[in-house]
């Protein structure tokens, strides 16, 4: 008797649930339904009353960048003109300014310029906000409609309005365009250090095999400065490929989408590695995406120091999906966000140095260039003698073997703050 009153319960429970579960469906194919002709029913009124004569595909256009835009900054719609800009982009040789920017609080910001860049060399820096574009203010302006704008033929004109953190009042920066071609990776010896210096602009598809050559081709070096400022991301094969070459085993980074069940890691292989020397990494507001991932990573995995100050913040993954069966229209829509091996995220955080440091010159003792030693007197007569033939060559010596130099360090106070810190974790080793 008890066991007949225990499966009637269990049927009774399972039909309440199967009839829940339908209720909820036919409410949620309901509430779709209802939700459709909302939307159907705008687009119909706007076409029909709009004071000025809107077609629909106008409007359809519209309401899909809208749409977009207010998911987040990252995600827009494509039409046929944005996606083959995109394509060009792609290519990785375009008529521009040479920045990265990004949307932060509303406000069109940039992440960094790139390296040689008509931007870089007119002055502007990470973390500017740009009021204008020429004369077009960027105030509820798309992320899109910007990169539009400042994109153009090589040697024309462009005027950014920017807002600093330090300045009083805007600032006009005077660029002119040009053909955007980026040298992702070069390295350098530093003078009288077995170190050596990487500097890395962006990661595009040949960046792990150039930072290869450049380890190979430095097999006494004890210790790696590399240098991912103002580096604005790019490929996650690349950012994967540069970390395994410094560790040898865990996860890299890994990616969740809206169902969390579906996480994909990505871990480091021991046959990829090619150094075990001690690293230091520096960052600043300009790193972003790619640059946070490799940081991030060897952070985690104690594996280096990372020095500079706290990166940009964008740790979310962004897939270009077609809406048309020719692909000439698309949206880039955000997917899934990137988590480093400690199980932390990137995203509106960033990557917080171990050790803080600032931008600018290197603090040296006031009027030391004016105190003279015996030594000094002694070699005074020989240095002049010297001068015209000996320091000139000495110079042009140390460009051709591509060398930083004392003085070149003693401008940037987080490389000096860098190679202190790698020669403490040399000497430790």
């Known amino acids: ?30 509430s779709r339904f209802e939700s459709l ?20 595909q106008e409007i359809v256009d519209k309401a899909l960048k809208g749409l ?34 990004g949307m932060r609080d509303g406000a069109l ?3 960094s310029p790139i390296d040689d860049t008509p931007a870089y060399k007119a002055g502007v820096k990470a973390g500017d906000i740009i009021l204008k574009i020429d004369d077009n203010s960027t105030l509820n302006m798309t992320l899109d409609e910007a990169v539009s704008l400042m994109r153009g033929k090589a040697k ?22 040009d053909i955007i071609k980026i040298q992702s990776v070069f390295s350098k010896t530093i003078e009288n250090e077995d170190l050596l210096y990487v500097r890395v602009s962006s990661f595009d598809r040949k960046v792990t095999t150039n930072l290869k050559k450049a380890i190979k081709n430095n097999p006494k070096t004890k210790g790696i400065i590399l240098d991912l400022r103002n580096n604005p991301g790019g490929l996650l094969t690349q950012a994967i490929g540069v970390v395994d070459l410094f560790v040898d085993e865990g996860v890299i980074v890994s990616q969740k989408g809206r169902n969390s069940a579906e996480e994909e890691k990505f871990n480091a292989t021991i ?20 640059s946070e991932i490799v940081s991030g990573a060897l952070q985690d995995h104690k594996r280096a120091v990372v020095i500079g100050e706290e990166t940009f913040g964008k740790g979310s993954v962004q897939a270009i999906l077609p809406i ?6 698309n949206i880039k829509i955000t997917i899934a966000k990137y988590y480093l091996p400690s199980g932390r995220t990137i995203q509106a955080k960033g990557i917080t140095p171990d050790v803080i440091s600032h931008e600018g010159e290197v ?16 070699k005074h007569l020989e240095v002049e003698l010297n001068k015209e033939n000996g320091v000139k060559k000495d110079k042009e010596e140390k460009e051709n073997k591509k060398t930083l130099t004392e003085e070149d360090i003693s401008k940037d106070n987080q490389l000096n703050t860098a190679i202190g810190i790698l020669k403490s974790l040399i000497i430790m080793k």
Do not use: C, W
Request: proline share 2%; hydrophobic share 40%; charged share 25%.
């Open 1 to 30: 008797m008890n066991r007949f009153i225990l499966i009637s319960s269990i049927v009774l429970l399972l039909s309440q649930s199967i009839f829940a579960n339908e209720q909820t469906e036919e409410e949620n194919n309901q």
């Open 37 to 56: 002709s909302k939307l159907t029913q705008v687009i119909g009124t706007v076409e029909k009353y709009y004071v000025d004569d809107i077609k629909l």
């Open 68 to 101: 977009m835009q207010e998911l987040d900054a990252h995600s827009t719609y494509l039409d046929k003109k944005s996606s083959k800009e995109m394509s060009i982009q792609t290519q990785g040789e375009f008529g521009g300014l040479g920045i990265t920017v």
């Open 109 to 111: 910001t940039v992440i």
């Open 156 to 177: 024309t004109p462009i005027v950014l309005t920017v807002v600093r953190e330090g300045e009083n009042k805007p600032i006009k920066i005077d660029i002119i365009r």
């Open 271 to 290: 046959a990829e590695t090619m150094t075990d020397v001690p690293v230091v990494v520096l960052v600043n507001g300009g790193s972003a995406s790619a």
């Open 324 to 329: 048309t069966q020719d692909r000439s229209e």
């Open 363 to 378: 603090v040296s003792e006031k009027n030391a260039e004016f105190k003279l030693k015996e030594a000094d007197l002694k």
